[in-house]
Nanobody
Framework: QVQLVESGGGLVQAGASLRLSCVAS????????MGWFRQAPGKEREFVGA????????YYADSMKGRFSISRDNTKNTVYLQMNNLKPEDTAVYYC??????????????????????WGQGTQVTVSS
């Protein structure tokens, strides 16, 4: 069992940066692939990116490359989503998620919500123009 708690969201102006954090607790928290998703009002949940259990590999949605980056600190059981040059269309609730399997890799299948067994409650990011 893994519990996830996101933080770091807020209201910012376009062009600003934010760093979201996701603290994981549980026996396998530092050995599982973690992903970030977002959901804007009236839209389906969208994959942002994922990071392997060691942090050595990352995988991003094409639309997120360049502005968003994911990292993790397993000594703190924390995964980060750094978001730069934010745009109003980035407004959404951002969720972190954890796979149920350990020592997995990242790749195209990381896009699938079904690959993740544990989800946080989400943190709201609002970008004003």
């Amino acid at each position: 069992q893994v519990q996830l708690v996101e933080s770091g969201g807020g209201l910012v102006q376009a062009g600003a940066s934010l760093r979201l954090s996701c603290v994981a607790s549980g026996r396998t928290a530092s050995t599982t692939t973690m992903g970030w998703f977002r959901q804007a009002p009236g839209k389906e949940r969208e994959f942002v990116g994922a990071i392997s259990w060691s942090g050595a590999s990352t995988y991003y949605a094409d639309s997120m490359k360049g502005r968003f980056s994911i990292s993790r600190d397993n000594t703190k059981n924390t995964v980060y989503l750094q978001m730069n040059n934010l745009k109003p269309e980035d407004t959404a609730v951002y969720y972190c998620a954890a796979e149920g399997t350990i020592f997995g890799t990242v790749g195209a299948s990381s896009r699938l919500s079904s690959k993740y067994d544990y989800w946080g409650q989400g943190t709201q990011v609002t970008v004003s123009s």
